[in-house]
C-alpha cells in the first residue's frame, strides 16, 4: 500500500518508534488484531506500507464477540484488509466455553487474547500488533493510578513477551486525533464502538472528562506519551534487576527463602519488589496485595520474630531466624518437633549423581536396607549444611580420604577390611558433600561383588531448622 503525502509523515513517526524499540524484525510474521476501529486499521495501513521494504508477512485478525451487533465490524475490517492488501481471518468468539464473569468486558478480554495467541501459534506468527494509541496509555495510568498501583502495571509497554509470543504497541506514541487525520487522508473506514461513549465504566469516565483537561495543561502533548514511555522503560528496568536478583533467594521446589540481609541492606522498597517477583514465580498469575506487603514491611520494623506466620491469597510467609520463607499454603511440609523436612532423596547406589541443597538446615545420613525405607537402621551422621552444599556421588578412587575423619582414613583401606573385592574398590561409590568424601555407600560385600543392586543404600533426610 502506498500512503499519500500527509499520511507518509505519520508511518515515518511509527516507523522510527519501532525500530529504536526493535519491536519488529525484517521478514517476520506478524497477525494484527483489526477490530475495526480507527486505531487497529490505522495500524494495518501503517504496518502493510512498511511491509514492501521490511517483507512483513501481515494478517489481519478479526474477533466477534457477540457481546452486540458487531456485523459491521466485520465488515468494516474486511474491507480494509482487501483495500491494503494484507490477508483476513475472522474469528466467532463463544464467550460461554471460555466462562463469563461478572466483569464481561474483562472476560471478553482474556478470551480474545486466547485467541489471538492461539491463532497466531498455528500460522507460525512470531508477533501480535496491538493498536493502542497515547491517549489510551494516559487513560489506562489514570484508571491504574484510582485503583492503586506500583510502577511495573502503570502504563502501557511497546512490547512484552507473554506465553512465547512477542506483543507489540507500535502506536503509543500517537494521538488518537492524529489517527483520525491519517484515516481521512488515506480514505479508509473505521467504525466507533457505541459502547466507548457510555459514562458507566470509568475508564469511559476517564476518557471524556479526564484526558482532555491534562493534554490542555501540557506544553506539548506528546511530551506526555514520551513520560509515559519513560515510566514503562523504568518499569522494566525494576522487572530486569528484581529478576536477577531472585538468584539471592534460596529456592527448592514451592520454597522460596528470601534473606533478611536483602532488607537491612537495601530497604523496604528493593526488598517490596523482590518479595512481589518471588511470589510470583512462587503461584503464577499472584499479584500480591499493598496491604499484605505492608504488613509484611510492618513485622520488620516491630515484630520480626521466629516462627511469625501470614498468609494472602493461597501465599504463606514465615519469619525464620535468617529468612522469610515464601510457600504455597498447599505446600507438603511434614513438621515434627520444629524441624520441616523438605526433602528426602534415595540415593542410587551408583555413581554419578548431584544434588545441590539449599544453604541451610542439616543433612542426615541413614542406612537403609532395601524394602524397609521407613525403618532406618543406622544413622551414619548428622551435619550442618555450609553456604555452599552440593551432595553427589562419585567413584572411591576419585576420592581416596576422608575429609570428616581427623585420621584422615584412605577409603580404599576402608573397603578392603569391609571386604570388597579389588576389583570394584576404584569405583564404588562414595558419597561427598562439595566434592569432599563423607561416607561410603553400600556397605558389605554382598552387595556388590555380584551384581548392581540396591539391596543397602542410604537415604538422605535434608532438614531446616527454624
Given at each position: 500500500?502506498?500512503?499519500?503525502?500527509?499520511?507518509?509523515?505519520?508511518?515515518?513517526?511509527?516507523?522510527?518508534?519501532?525500530?529504536?524499540?526493535?519491536?519488529?524484525?525484517?521478514?517476520?510474521?506478524?497477525?494484527?488484531?483489526?477490530?475495526?476501529?480507527?486505531?487497529?486499521?490505522?495500524?494495518?495501513?501503517?504496518?502493510?506500507?512498511?511491509?514492501?521494504?521490511?517483507?512483513?508477512?501481515?494478517?489481519?485478525?478479526?474477533?466477534?464477540?457477540?457481546?452486540?451487533?458487531?456485523?459491521?465490524?466485520?465488515?468494516?475490517?474486511?474491507?480494509?484488509?482487501?483495500?491494503?492488501?494484507?490477508?483476513?481471518?475472522?474469528?466467532?468468539?463463544?464467550?460461554?466455553?471460555?466462562?463469563?464473569?461478572?466483569?464481561?468486558?474483562?472476560?471478553?478480554?482474556?478470551?480474545?487474547?486466547?485467541?489471538?495467541?492461539?491463532?497466531?501459534?498455528?500460522?507460525?506468527?512470531?508477533?501480535?500488533?496491538?493498536?493502542?494509541?497515547?491517549?489510551?496509555?494516559?487513560?489506562?495510568?489514570?484508571?491504574?493510578?484510582?485503583?492503586?498501583?506500583?510502577?511495573?502495571?502503570?502504563?502501557?509497554?511497546?512490547?512484552?513477551?507473554?506465553?512465547?509470543?512477542?506483543?507489540?504497541?507500535?502506536?503509543?506514541?500517537?494521538?488518537?486525533?492524529?489517527?483520525?487525520?491519517?484515516?481521512?487522508?488515506?480514505?479508509?473506514?473505521?467504525?466507533?464502538?457505541?459502547?466507548?461513549?457510555?459514562?458507566?465504566?470509568?475508564?469511559?469516565?476517564?476518557?471524556?472528562?479526564?484526558?482532555?483537561?491534562?493534554?490542555?495543561?501540557?506544553?506539548?502533548?506528546?511530551?506526555?506519551?514520551?513520560?509515559?514511555?519513560?515510566?514503562?522503560?523504568?518499569?522494566?528496568?525494576?522487572?530486569?534487576?528484581?529478576?536477577?536478583?531472585?538468584?539471592?533467594?534460596?529456592?527448592?521446589?514451592?520454597?522460596?527463602?528470601?534473606?533478611?540481609?536483602?532488607?537491612?541492606?537495601?530497604?523496604?522498597?528493593?526488598?517490596?519488589?523482590?518479595?512481589?517477583?518471588?511470589?510470583?514465580?512462587?503461584?503464577?498469575?499472584?499479584?500480591?496485595?499493598y496491604d499484605f506487603v505492608q504488613d509484611i514491611l510492618s513485622c520488620y520494623t516491630q515484630d520480626r520474630r521466629l516462627g511469625r506466620k501470614l498468609s494472602d491469597r493461597g501465599l504463606m510467609v514465615e519469619f525464620s531466624s535468617k529468612y522469610l520463607l515464601l510457600y504455597p499454603a498447599d505446600a507438603k511440609f511434614e513438621r515434627q518437633n520444629d524441624i520441616v523436612q523438605i526433602a528426602v532423596e534415595e540415593l542410587d547406589v551408583f555413581p554419578p549423581k548431584s544434588w545441590e541443597l539449599a544453604p541451610y538446615g542439616r543433612l542426615r545420613l541413614l542406612r537403609m536396607v532395601a524394602n524397609h525405607w521407613k525403618k532406618p537402621t543406622t544413622e551414619c551422621f548428622a551435619m550442618?549444611?555450609?553456604?555452599?552444599?552440593?551432595?553427589?556421588?562419585?567413584?572411591?578412587?576419585?576420592?581416596?580420604?576422608?575429609?570428616?575423619?581427623?585420621?584422615?582414613?584412605?577409603?580404599?583401606?576402608?573397603?578392603?577390611?569391609?571386604?570388597?573385592?579389588?576389583?570394584?574398590?576404584?569405583?564404588?561409590?562414595?558419597?561427598?558433600?562439595?566434592?569432599?568424601?563423607?561416607?561410603?555407600?553400600?556397605?558389605?560385600?554382598?552387595?556388590?561383588?555380584?551384581?548392581?543392586?540396591?539391596?543397602?543404600?542410604?537415604?538422605?533426610?535434608?532438614?531446616?531448622?527454624?
Open positions: 500500500m502506498i500512503l499519500p503525502p500527509k499520511a507518509q509523515s505519520l508511518m515515518a513517526k511509527v516507523q522510527t518508534f519501532i525500530n529504536s524499540e526493535g519491536l519488529l524484525l525484517d521478514g517476520e510474521r506478524v497477525d494484527i488484531a483489526l477490530s475495526g476501529g480507527a486505531d487497529s486499521v490505522a495500524l494495518c495501513a501503517i504496518l502493510a506500507a512498511m511491509a514492501a521494504k521490511r517483507a512483513y508477512k501481515l494478517r489481519a485478525l478479526h474477533i466477534r464477540h457477540g457481546l452486540r451487533d458487531d456485523a459491521q465490524d466485520e465488515e468494516i475490517s474486511l474491507r480494509v484488509a482487501e483495500k491494503i492488501g494484507i490477508a483476513f481471518e475472522s474469528v466467532h468468539l463463544d464467550l460461554a466455553k471460555h466462562g463469563l464473569s461478572s466483569n464481561v468486558e474483562a472476560a471478553a478480554r482474556e478470551a480474545r487474547y486466547e485467541v489471538l495467541r492461539q491463532k497466531a501459534k498455528d500460522a507460525n506468527a512470531t508477533c501480535i500488533a496491538l493498536g493502542h494509541n497515547g491517549d489510551e496509555n494516559l487513560e489506562t495510568a489514570i484508571w491504574r493510578l484510582t485503583r492503586g498501583c506500583g510502577i511495573e502495571g502503570l502504563t502501557l509497554r511497546p512490547k512484552r513477551y507473554w506465553a512465547g509470543l512477542k506483543f507489540i504497541r507500535p502506536l503509543l506514541m500517537q494521538s488518537k486525533d492524529e489517527l483520525y487525520d491519517f484515516l481521512q487522508d488515506c480514505g479508509l473506514p473505521w467504525v466507533e464502538d457505541p459502547s466507548n461513549q457510555s459514562q458507566i465504566f470509568l475508564r469511559n469516565q476517564i476518557r471524556h472528562n479526564a484526558l482532555a483537561p491534562i493534554k490542555e495543561l501540557a506544553t506539548n502533548p506528546s511530551s506526555i506519551y514520551r513520560s509515559l514511555h519513560n515510566l514503562a522503560k523504568d518499569a522494566l528496568a525494576v522487572e530486569g534487576l528484581s529478576e536477577a536478583a531472585l538468584e539471592l533467594c534460596v529456592w527448592h521446589d514451592d520454597l522460596c527463602l528470601l534473606p533478611h540481609k536483602i532488607y537491612d541492606i537495601y530497604g523496604s522498597s528493593a526488598f517490596s519488589q523482590l518479595f512481589r517477583h518471588a511470589s510470583r514465580r512462587l503461584i503464577a498469575q499472584y499479584q500480591a496485595r550442618t549444611l555450609p553456604e555452599r552444599a552440593v551432595l553427589s556421588i562419585e567413584f572411591a578412587h576419585m576420592h581416596p580420604r576422608f575429609s570428616s575423619d581427623t585420621h584422615g582414613v584412605d577409603s580404599l583401606d576402608a573397603l578392603r577390611a569391609m571386604g570388597i573385592p579389588r576389583v570394584l574398590r576404584n569405583n564404588y561409590p562414595v558419597l561427598c558433600l562439595n566434592n569432599q568424601a563423607l561416607c561410603i555407600l553400600g556397605g558389605s560385600r554382598s552387595a556388590l561383588a555380584q551384581k548392581p543392586t540396591k539391596s543397602e543404600a542410604l537415604l538422605v533426610l535434608w532438614e531446616a531448622t527454624f
